[in-house]
């Protein structure tokens, strides 16, 4: 049982923390919140169409809002009007709000568990068997997360060159031919689709920790997006391990206790990093300072 649910939660975390790279160097981490609850509606509206919880259509329909909900935001952004935290305090609400509705008035003996989608639960993954002519492959999450896994890998390496360009400077991205808005977009439909595959075993809350917590760390420790990408990868299989192992020991939540050591290893970083940690910043601030008491002194 824990071996499934850690091995859960390894793939999770990396499917998730490989676009939170993007999201980081593009500073929008805070999309990923917004579509990780607002999925909820692509899913309660596919589910009134398809009346089958098991249907593929749930996690198109809640890509599709995922990417709706961006649309939206950017959107309201570019009236000028409202800056990005306002723009997504007034889309993620409104259309979170909209499918708590839509689940409490009208499908309320239906198992559309709000608070498995808020926290989930990796305890109860294992459960979940993918069963093919007659034989237990496993669980379903497990093989969910593996192709989503696989997806974001594919697009990452694929347009790599293009993800780079456009990320550090979109301007010169377009001069060349790159089409910014079109890679923008492809990266939201992934995290969307990421959400919708992850939201179900481990809940929207530690979906956001795997897409900040461990790109945010490998930022800290170094300026190469490549070596980013595999340090991200490092940092979201040793927080889940510990995470699980540290779930079990102290009988609590695992998806809780996976969020609390992705905290501490991320906070961990902040204060340590050699290049651009706390401790770092503020000896070479004493640093600088030194050296401008000494040439005013010189001066006078």
């Not at 089409?179 to 992850?198: K, Q, R």
């Amino acid at each position: 049982m824990i071996y499934e649910i850690t091995l859960i939660a390894i793939i999770v975390a990396v499917a998730c923390a490989l676009p939170g790279v993007f999201l980081v160097l593009r500073g929008t981490t805070m999309v990923s919140d917004a579509i990780t609850h607002t999925v909820l509606l692509g899913i309660v509206l596919a589910f009134f169409i398809t009346q089958d919880l098991n249907s593929p259509l749930l996690m198109i329909g809640a890509t599709l809002v995922g990417v709706a909900t961006v649309w939206a935001i950017e959107a309201l952004q570019q009236t000028k009007l409202l800056s990005n935290d306002a723009a997504i305090g007034i889309v993620f609400p409104l259309f979170f709000s909209i499918a708590i509705i839509l689940i409490t008035r009208y499908a309320g003996n239906v198992h559309l568990d709000v608070d498995a989608v808020l926290m989930g639960e990796l305890a109860f993954a294992p459960f979940r068997r993918l069963v093919l002519f007659g034989a237990d492959l496993g669980p379903r999450a497990l093989w969910t997360m593996l192709v989503i896994l696989l997806i974001n890998s594919l697009f990452i390496g694929l347009f790599y060159k293009e993800l780079k360009i456009t990320t550090f400077d979109a301007g010169f991205a377009a001069a060349i031919g790159f089409s910014p808005v079109l890679i923008h977009y492809g990266l939201m439909t992934l995290v969307s689709l990421t959400a919708v595959g992850a939201y179900d075993s481990v809940g929207s809350i530690l979906v956001v920790g795997f897409m900040v917590g461990p790109p945010l760390a490998a930022f800290l420790l170094t300026n190469k997006l490549h070596v980013m990408i595999g340090l991200t990868a490092v940092m979201a299989v040793i927080n889940s391990i510990a995470g699980v192992r540290l779930a079990f020991m102290l009988d609590t939540t695992i998806a809780g206790m996976i969020a609390v050591v992705t905290g501490v290893t991320t906070l961990l970083v902040f204060v340590f990093s050699p290049e651009k940690g706390l401790i770092k910043a503020t000896v070479n601030r004493k640093r600088e300072q030194k050296k401008i008491d000494q040439r005013l002194k010189e001066i006078s």
